[in-house]
């Protein structure tokens, strides 16, 4: 009777270790960014080109960092706020964007004034507005 429940002892013990490396081993594993199907052509648009919609949308939003799309049915537009800063002299740079197999990958990046330039002490609220082709494909902001 001792040896069956030292045997389901050790039983259940082996069961539970191998449960916690397959666990393990699985959850650890890297997760692959999806496959790039082709970059997109876009154009960084200025503020008398946007929707009107669009900039009431991005004047509610411009003093928090903010995400967002909007369509008009001919063009996707991809907007990135960057929030409040302390002074101007920002600029914003598309690092890339490039379409999968079912979602739209945006990448861009703050870029800050440079040293020793005058920025000036008014405070700033950057963002870029990119228009492309219009898709249906959710986007992921990088």
Same mark, same amino acid.
Not at 34 to 42: N, V
Not at 84 to 108: C, D, K, W
Not at 118 to 137: C, H, M, Q, R, W
């Given at each position: 009777?001792?040896?069956? !429940?030292n045997?389901?002892?050790?039983?259940?013990?082996?069961?539970?270790?191998? &449960?916690? !490396?397959?666990?393990?081993?699985?959850?650890? /594993? %890297?997760?692959?960014?999806?496959?790039? $199907?082709?970059?997109?052509?876009?154009?960084?648009?200025?503020? %008398?080109?946007?929707?009107? +919609? !669009?900039?009431?949308? @991005?004047? #509610?939003? =411009?003093? /928090?960092?903010?995400?967002?799309?909007y369509?008009? +049915?001919? /063009?996707?537009?991809?907007? #990135?706020?960057?929030?409040? %800063?302390?002074? *101007?002299?920002? /600029?914003?740079?598309? %690092?890339?964007m490039? $379409?999968? +197999?079912?979602?739209i990958?945006?990448?861009?990046? $703050?870029? *800050?004034?440079?040293?020793?330039?005058?920025? *000036?002490?008014? =405070?700033?609220?950057?963002?870029?507005? &990119? =228009?492309? #082709?219009?898709?249906?494909?959710?986007v @992921?902001?990088?």
């Amino acid at each position: 009777m001792k040896r069956t !429940l030292n045997g389901k002892i050790v039983l259940f013990f082996t069961l539970v270790l191998w &449960v916690m !490396l397959v666990r393990c081993l699985t959850g650890c /594993s %890297q997760a692959e960014e999806p496959e790039k $199907l082709r970059d997109l052509e876009f154009t960084v648009v200025g503020d %008398q080109e946007v929707p009107e +919609e !669009l900039k009431g949308m @991005i004047m #509610e939003k =411009k003093a /928090s960092p903010f995400k967002l799309t909007y369509t008009d +049915e001919q /063009s996707l537009y991809i907007v #990135e706020g960057y929030g409040e %800063q302390p002074t *101007g002299g920002y /600029s914003i740079a598309v %690092q890339e964007m490039y $379409l999968t +197999e079912n979602s739209i990958v945006f990448r861009a990046e $703050l870029i *800050g004034p440079e040293k020793g330039e005058d920025a *000036g002490n008014e =405070k700033s609220y950057p963002y870029i507005v &990119v =228009k492309t #082709e219009f898709l249906e494909e959710p986007v @992921i902001f990088q």
